[in-house]
């Protein structure tokens, strides 16, 4: 497997596992919380509230701008 | 009117105003020749500067930004490291934190059907007239900068998200889930390191936004990347 494959591979297993901690999340038995409960959950505060947002638009700076 | 945590912490720290505090934080001993004025302050900064050094958002904004403006990016560095530094003096020298938001108002972004369409309408307009734009050019540069800032600032004063109930979160899922961020983060990270240089891409070792470069070379790829941009801003708003 070349390096390209193989940092491709791990992006992707990156990704499935969130999709599953997601799906299962989502089970009314779970004990694991969504993604959009966990953020909610930092952003009670200030101080998480500021850096969640930051992270959104380092994205998009990162994306498309200088 | 709430009083800010880092009087409160003061006040608790035992019988005396320059006791100790129970988390650790540094004592001050008694100096007669300080006003009251200027021994509180002395109080309410110690453990105010503890509170930021223990702030991870801080020490990842920072982090982060010294390794943009490495990678020749300064303003995604001004970003992070003017986020970080507002943070910190805004926890050091305001006493800040959550108690400062006490007296702010309600969220100013409510969420409703027909504003939630009305809002996915604009972004769609938005992201296709923006989407024309050379990518990394200073007009989109503007064009991103601008409704970041916005929210930033709403971010700043309160006055998005939802404010749910305080509800005790699984301490396994949530490290289920920061493993995942960090891991890919450093898988990231990695990659970047492994580039010839800070500057210039691998095909080898490819960082996110190197493979995205194909799909937004195009208009249309940039808008709809706009798009879902914009559309998890909103989710963030929304939370």
């Given at each position: 497997?070349?390096?390209?494959?193989?940092?491709?591979v791990?992006?992707?297993?990156?990704?499935?596992?969130?999709?599953t901690?997601?799906?299962r999340?989502?089970s009314p038995?779970?004990?694991?919380?969504?993604?959009?409960t966990?953020?909610?959950?930092v952003?009670?505060?200030?101080?998480?509230?500021v850096?969640?947002i930051?992270?959104?638009?380092?994205?998009?700076?990162?994306?498309?701008?200088? | 009117?709430?009083?800010?945590?880092?009087?409160?912490?003061?006040?608790?720290?035992?019988?005396?105003?320059?006791?100790?505090?129970?988390?650790?934080?540094?004592?001050?001993?008694?100096d007669?020749?300080?006003?009251?004025?200027?021994?509180?302050?002395?109080?309410?900064?110690g453990?105010?500067?503890?509170?930021?050094?223990?702030?991870?958002?801080?020490?990842?904004?920072?982090?982060?930004?010294?390794?943009?403006?490495?990678?020749?990016?300064?303003?995604?560095a001004v970003?992070l490291?003017?986020?970080?530094?507002?943070l910190?003096a805004d926890?050091?020298?305001?006493?800040?934190?959550d108690?400062?938001?006490a007296?702010?108002?309600?969220p100013?972004?409510?969420?409703g059907?027909l504003?939630?369409?009305?809002?996915?309408?604009?972004?769609a307009?938005?992201?296709?007239?923006?989407?024309?734009?050379?990518?990394?050019?200073?007009?989109m540069?503007?064009?991103?900068i601008?409704p970041?800032?916005?929210?930033?600032?709403l971010?700043?004063?309160?006055?998005?998200g939802r404010?749910?109930?305080t509800?005790k979160?699984?301490?396994?899922?949530?490290?289920?889930?920061l493993?995942?961020f960090?891991?890919?983060a450093?898988?990231e990270?990695?990659?970047?390191?492994?580039?010839?240089?800070?500057?210039?891409?691998?095909?080898?070792?490819p960082?996110?936004?190197?493979?995205?470069?194909?799909?937004?070379?195009?208009?249309v790829?940039?808008a709809?990347?706009?798009?879902?941009?914009?559309?998890?801003?909103?989710?963030?708003?929304?939370r």
């Amino acid at each position: 497997m070349s390096s390209h494959a193989l940092t491709l591979v791990v992006y992707l297993m990156f990704g499935l596992a969130g999709l599953t901690l997601e799906i299962r999340a989502r089970s009314p038995r779970s004990r694991i919380p969504s993604l959009g409960t966990a953020v909610g959950r930092v952003m009670r505060t200030r101080s998480g509230r500021v850096g969640v947002i930051a992270g959104w638009v380092w994205l998009g700076l990162h994306f498309f701008a200088r | 009117m709430d009083e800010p945590p880092g009087v409160a912490e003061a006040d608790m720290s035992g019988g005396t105003p320059l006791g100790g505090s129970d988390d650790g934080s540094p004592s001050f001993p008694s100096d007669p020749g300080l006003s009251e004025v200027e021994t509180d302050r002395r109080i309410r900064v110690g453990p105010a500067a503890i509170r930021v050094a223990r702030d991870p958002v801080v020490t990842i904004l920072l982090l982060a930004g010294i390794f943009d403006g490495l990678s020749g990016n300064p303003v995604h560095a001004v970003l992070l490291i003017g986020v970080a530094v507002a943070l910190a003096a805004d926890a050091v020298v305001r006493f800040g934190g959550d108690g400062a938001e006490a007296s702010l108002g309600g969220p100013f972004v409510k969420a409703g059907k027909l504003r939630t369409a009305v809002l996915l309408a604009i972004a769609a307009i938005y992201a296709v007239l923006i989407g024309r734009l050379p990518r990394y050019s200073w007009p989109m540069t503007v064009a991103v900068i601008v409704p970041g800032t916005v929210v930033l600032a709403l971010a700043w004063l309160g006055r998005i998200g939802r404010r749910p109930e305080t509800t005790k979160l699984d301490p396994g899922g949530v490290l289920a889930w920061l493993a995942v961020f960090v891991g890919l983060a450093l898988w990231e990270l990695t990659n970047l390191l492994l580039q010839p240089s800070f500057t210039t891409d691998s095909y080898a070792h490819p960082t996110l936004s190197v493979l995205s470069d194909p799909f937004l070379a195009s208009p249309v790829g940039r808008a709809i990347g706009l798009f879902l941009w914009l559309a998890l801003g909103w989710l963030l708003v929304d939370r």
